[in-house]
């Protein structure tokens, strides 16, 4: 009777151990893949899995290689941010281009960032309300009213591959009229998203919808296409696409 109480506390003992130890890795490696920014944003892809189109927020090694080409900016910049999120790009876009204006490599900047989800916008206004250089536009990044040739650059997280081919169409115009003429336009596409989406989809018969995308993501790649990056240290591993808007 006392061999077998021993055991099952032993056994309650191993599990709560290891039931803490898999709560404090989980949370080491999530702040060290995220930041401080992950719990608002699973909420979000718990409230809109679609518009947000990813499994877990970008990680931060995405976030710098998204934001490689700011450091090539200079002049008075114009930057926008598509699809903000929590805001892990755009942290990382305004300590790039706030230390360029340190040193006087560029001469001003602003960063605006476009998000269509509400309570995301709420989270961004409150992150950046000490930033005057950062504007936040909560809406469709289609209906933004922007002059043409206003950015120098543009960042991108919308998720391409969970859309149609029309709203992908119709975003990639809106970039193509807002960035300057040799701007750069930097996407992200998660690794194995568009193939898991096929075989998904080749039971429901919609396999058509998400061949005609993936077409127009290479044919827009191929115009424009400066180079692809590949990122594995991300939940699922990406390509951050940098492509140079000739016009
Ligand atoms: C994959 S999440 C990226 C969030 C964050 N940048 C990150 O890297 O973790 C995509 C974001 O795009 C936003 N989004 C989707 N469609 C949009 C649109 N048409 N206009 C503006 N934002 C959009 C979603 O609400 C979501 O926050």
Redesign the pocket.
Known sequence: MIKNTNRSGSILLSAALLTALSTVGLYQGGKFLWGE?AVP?FK?ILR?PK????FT??SRF??DDITKPLHALRGAVQVLE?????G??SKRAYVILKDLLDKNIITEFHLDL????AA?CDILRKKFADMPEITVHC????TLSKADNYYDAIIS???FTRMSVDVVDS?LKSYVRMVKPCGSLSY?ELMWLPNIKKTILSFAHKEAETVAMISLLKDFQAHYKVETHKVWMNITPAYVHHLSIAK
């Open positions: 920014d944003f979000g809109d518009t947000n189109g990813a927020p970008c995405v976030a598509v699809g903000a999120g929590t892990q790009f476009v998000e269509i989800d995301y809406a469709d990044v289609t997280a919308v998720p975003i992200v």
